[in-house]
T-cell receptor, first 115, second 111 residues
Framework: NAGVMQNPRHLVRRRGQEARLRCSPM?????VYWYRQLPEEGLKFMVY????????ESGMPKERFSAEFPKEGPSILRIQQVVRGDSAAYFC?????????????FGPGTRLTVL | DAKTTQPPSMDCAEGRAANLPCNHS???????VYWYRQIHSQGPQYIIH???NNETNEMASLIITEDRKSSTLILPHATLRDTAVYYC????????????FGTGTRLTVIP
């Protein structure tokens, strides 16, 4: 039973480029969460999505960041015009239901480096 | 969600039990206690959770005090691979879906 998959595992971008991070949830899970971990800090929630819906984006920066979870395919976190401060590890988690006490299972993360 | 307090770091000898405390004195009746760990920049790993009763699984045991104001995660026979940052998280039923990761406890298992 495959776990949460994220790709790429490492991504290098120059300032001003776009970064696309992909997350495939565990089989049977239809709820996806994105978290960001800046160097030497804890994980911070960004956004929670169900298929085709953004449920909670309270942790998303207002500009340059967007997320989607289409009916088919992985969830995508998109960062436009990246800046050095976007360098971080981005983790995706999934859960089978939308309950607030559902266990979330995490992927290995994507490490974004902005040059 | 209730705030949690954990010691910043702990050491444990390999093969001994690691007891990681968590204080959640403002916890309410419908809030669960969850434990996750993060091993050196990997994705957080779910360990265990509970509401009132003590819980045990293949990874660990969770002891929750009768007044629910604190809990202890027990790794019965710590190994070097248990070296990680351990997070105690309180989650309320019908609350927000996101997990709040505080600073956690950095457990170092010593050979």
């Amino acid at each position: 039973n495959a776990g949460v998959m994220q790709n790429p595992r490492h991504l290098v971008r120059r300032r001003g480029q776009e970064a696309r991070l992909r997350c495939s949830p565990m089989k049977g899970h239809s709820h996806v969460y994105w978290y960001r971990q800046l160097p030497e800090e804890g994980l911070k929630f960004m956004v929670y999505l169900q298929k085709e819906n953004i449920i909670d984006e309270s942790g998303m920066p207002k500009e340059r960041f967007s997320a989607e979870f289409p009916k088919e395919g992985p969830s995508i976190l998109r960062i436009q015009q990246v800046v050095r401060g976007d360098s971080a590890a981005y983790f995706c988690a999934s859960s089978p239901r939308g309950s607030s006490t559902d266990t979330q299972y995490f992927g290995p993360g994507t490490r974004l480096t902005v040059l | 969600d209730a705030k949690t307090t954990q010691p910043p770091s702990m050491d444990c000898a390999e093969g001994r039990a690691a007891n990681l405390p968590c204080n959640h004195s403002t916890i309410s009746g419908n809030e669960y206690v969850y434990w996750y760990r993060q091993i050196h920049s990997q994705g957080p790993q779910y360990i265990i959770h509970g509401l009132k009763n003590n819980e045990t699984n293949e990874m660990a045991s969770l002891i929750i005090t009768e007044d629910r104001k604190s809990s202890t995660l027990i790794l019965p026979h710590a190994t070097l691979r248990d070296t990680a940052v351990y997070y105690c998280i309180v989650r309320v039923e019908l609350g927000a879906n996101n997990l709040f990761f505080g600073t956690g406890t950095r457990l170092t298992v010593i050979p």
